[in-house]
């Protein structure tokens, strides 16, 4: 891409610090995007055919606090893009990841992350040093356990809908701020969900269709009635926050 191809997204820049550069078949990491590292919060390249992320380019970054990679071909993230100590939202769904940079943990001020459409056969242990997180989107991957180090995590909610898990460590009952947890078209049994992911965890939404067991026997478990009252009780909170806002 050019000067004049990239002409019209100065100005856009300049106004509102966004840039999207979607699906315009680009192969690489558009070089003129340099010139803009000074005001860019915003960088949209999805749907593109980039497969590199340049480490010397993305450090130049240092305001940005959302970017978009998804529907390219990388198959891996330079550690240099954890540098970028502003960036709140990180989206690389439907790429070729199969890991995640070992500094990965240095995004400070990441709150939600989507690496849906994935090569991920583990959850990322780099995602417990992220104390603002708060949405983690890992479906449709090829993740086969939810380890025992996601008690220390900090997201409210984990998407891992779509996956090959067929393991729960019970200490993800100690996850302190998760609420929604979605483990929908896995390859779980009934008895292997710990008994206190419904009776000692803060989950308010617990959505398990779709795997190797019928639903409605979780009506069975210890804990269910503690689970539904949670359920209830974040509706309400819910329909109060709405009235409050009307």
Same mark, same amino acid.
């Given at each position: 891409?050019?000067?004049?191809?990239?002409?019209?997204?100065?100005?856009?820049?300049?106004?509102?610090?966004?840039?999207?550069?979607?699906?315009?078949?680009?192969?690489?990491?558009?070089?003129?995007?340099?010139?803009?590292?000074?005001?860019?919060?915003?960088?949209?390249?999805?749907?593109?055919?980039?497969?590199?992320?340049?480490?010397?380019?993305?450090?130049?970054?240092?305001?940005?606090?959302?970017?978009?990679?998804?529907?390219n071909r990388l198959v891996c993230l330079p550690d240099?893009?954890?540098?970028?100590?502003?960036?709140?939202?990180?989206?690389?769904?439907?790429?070729?990841?199969?890991?995640?940079?070992?500094?990965?943990?240095?995004?400070?001020?990441?709150?939600? =992350?989507?690496? &849906?459409?994935?090569? !991920?056969? #583990? %959850?990322?242990?780099? $995602?417990?040093?992220?104390?603002? *997180? +708060?949405?983690?989107?890992?479906?449709?991957?090829?993740?086969?356990?939810?380890?025992?180090?996601?008690?220390?995590?900090?997201?409210?909610?984990?998407?891992?809908?779509?996956?090959?898990?067929?393991?729960?460590?019970?200490?993800?009952?100690?996850?302190?701020?998760?609420?929604?947890?979605?483990?929908?078209?896995?390859?779980?049994?009934?008895?292997?969900?710990?008994?206190?992911? =419904?009776?000692? &965890?803060?989950?308010? !939404?617990? #959505? %398990?269709?779709?795997? $190797?067991?019928?639903?409605?026997? *979780? +009506?069975?478990?210890?804990?269910?009635?503690?689970?539904?009252?949670?359920?209830?009780?974040?509706?309400?909170?819910?329909?109060?926050?709405?009235?409050?806002?009307?």
């Amino acid at each position: 891409m050019g000067n004049c191809a990239l002409g019209g997204h100065v100005v856009t820049t300049e106004k509102n610090g966004v840039v999207q550069l979607k699906g315009l078949g680009l192969s690489e990491f558009p070089p003129d995007l340099r010139k803009l590292s000074g005001c860019l919060r915003g960088l949209d390249l999805s749907d593109n055919q980039i497969e590199r992320v340049p480490p010397a380019a993305i450090k130049m970054f240092a305001q940005l606090t959302g970017l978009r990679l998804d529907g390219n071909r990388l198959v891996c993230l330079p550690d240099e893009l954890c540098s970028l100590s502003r960036l709140e939202s990180l989206s690389v769904r439907g790429n070729l990841l199969g890991e995640l940079p070992s500094a990965f943990g240095r995004l400070s001020a990441l709150r939600t =992350l989507d690496l &849906s459409g994935n090569r !991920l056969r #583990a %959850l990322p242990p780099q $995602l417990c040093g992220l104390q603002s *997180l +708060e949405v983690v989107d890992l479906s449709r991957n090829q993740i086969r356990e939810v380890p025992g180090y996601v008690g220390a995590m900090q997201m409210v909610e984990l998407n891992l809908n779509q996956n090959w898990i067929a393991q729960i460590s019970p200490r993800v009952a100690r996850c302190p701020r998760l609420r929604v947890l979605r483990l929908e078209r896995n390859w779980l049994e009934l008895v292997t969900l710990p008994p206190g992911l =419904l009776r000692d &965890s803060r989950l308010c !939404l617990l #959505a %398990l269709g779709g795997n $190797l067991f019928d639903v409605k026997e *979780l +009506e069975e478990m210890d804990g269910y009635d503690g689970y539904l009252a949670r359920c209830e009780a974040a509706r309400g909170d819910v329909a109060l926050m709405r009235s409050l806002l009307l």
